[in-house]
């Protein structure tokens, strides 16, 4: 079974910055793209950011459009997101996912679209 793993959350200032890496155990098909979801307490879980993982092609929520930028990570069936000028809005547990799909335009935002989840990592921005 697949394995989805988060790290690099934490703790920083609005204005601060943060990198969060997903890596990918025990892939047993080829994987059509990654994303990053995020859920605040009491909010629904949000699409973040994901990325086409043949071409590279990145897509992200009008809320991180310009701060958070999605990328393949250097470390193979993995996926980064940098995030800066970080706001207290961005508060949440961010989740990495994975799909099998053939995916595009809005369908990247959808939950459904994605097969596998992590367990998440909280990210604490504070003002």
């Known amino acids: 079974q697949v394995q989805l793993a988060e790290s690099g959350g934490g703790l920083v200032q609005a204005g601060g910055s943060l990198r969060l890496s997903c890596s990918a155990s025990r892939f047993t098909f080829p994987y059509y793209g990654m994303g990053w979801f995020r859920q605040s307490p009491g909010k629904e879980r949000e699409f973040v950011a994901a990325v086409r993982w043949r071409s590279g092609s990145s897509y992200y929520a009008d809320s991180v459009k310009g701060r958070f930028t999605i990328s393949k990570g250097n470390v193979q069936n993995s996926v980064a997101l940098q995030m800066n000028n970080l706001n207290v809005e961005d508060t949440a547990v961010y989740y990495c996912?994975?799909?099998?799909?053939?995916?595009?335009?809005?369908?990247?935002?959808?939950?459904?679209?994605?097969?596998?989840w992590g367990q998440g990592t909280q990210v604490t921005v504070s003002s």
């Open positions: 996912a994975a799909t099998s799909r053939s995916t595009y335009g809005s369908g990247w935002s959808l939950h459904d679209t994605y097969d596998t």
